[in-house]
């Protein structure tokens, strides 16, 4: 029920404007910037049945041919994975002015629209974990991370 809900409202922001990113723990790569179509305030009020846009921008730090997106949902203290619409955990699918591979130092722009499909409401406060991450040598590197703070009216 979780799982298209929150892939939507983890980037907080005017429309397409900046907002505060907050950093995921143990010092992984942020964002440069985070955008949400229609979110006039932070954090990022959302209702199911939306359809949110978002782009979120980064460096890439080492060249890879693969992007993967992964999502995981905090609500009342218990996290877990955000399950996708077909084909957007392949991040490659939704760069924007830029394509796989992708090199060392590039800047990056990931963005999509995800509907909203949850069965909370009613002013729920949840914090979404957005990652991009790809494989190399057998093992996850994260290119990006964020946290995000959302309401679920």
Do not use: K, W
Not at 81 to 99: D, H, K, Q, R, Y
Request: charged share 10%; proline share 8%.
């Amino acid at each position: 029920m979780l799982s298209y809900l929150l892939a939507v409202a983890f980037i907080p922001a005017v429309v397409f404007g900046h907002h505060h990113i907050l950093p995921c723990p143990g010092g992984l790569p942020t964002p440069t910037a985070v955008r949400v179509q229609g979110c006039d305030s932070f954090p990022c009020y959302i209702n199911s049945g939306d359809l949110v846009s978002y782009e979120v921008d980064f460096v890439q730090p080492h060249t890879t041919d693969a992007l993967t997106l992964a999502l995981n949902a905090t609500v009342f203290g218990v996290e877990r994975e955000v399950t996708l619409p077909p084909g957007a955990s392949n991040a490659c699918n939704s760069l924007i002015g830029a394509s796989c591979p992708v090199s060392e130092g590039q800047s990056v722009t990931q963005g999509t629209t995800i509907p909203v499909f949850t069965e909370y409401h009613g002013g729920i406060p949840a914090q979404l974990r957005f990652q991009i991450s790809h494989t190399m040598h057998g093992h996850e590197h994260i290119c990006v991370c964020t946290l995000v703070n959302f309401i679920i009216n």
